[in-house]
């Protein structure tokens, strides 16, 4: 049961990740394709994006590696101490 409950947190982990990443990056591309003179309104939101798409690709990232270590049948990373 330990199995699936880590493939189920793998697999959550590696969409919120994505979601994160992919999230980060289309705030990133919005704020440089609007002109100039808005950019400045905007210019709060441009530091969330990149703090979100850092935190996104840092979990996508890990992830990851938890994802190859599963798939590998090495013993899964310990999550949060619960065993």
Known sequence: ???VKELILTIISVALGAAMTIWGVY???RYFRTPRAERRRLKPYVWVAA???LLGSGDLAKAVRDA???ARGDAPAARSGAE
Do not use: D, E, H, S
């Open 1 to 3: 049961m330990t199995g």
């Open 27 to 29: 705030m990133l591309a």
């Open 51 to 53: 703090v979100i798409l």
């Open 68 to 70: 190859v270590k599963l």
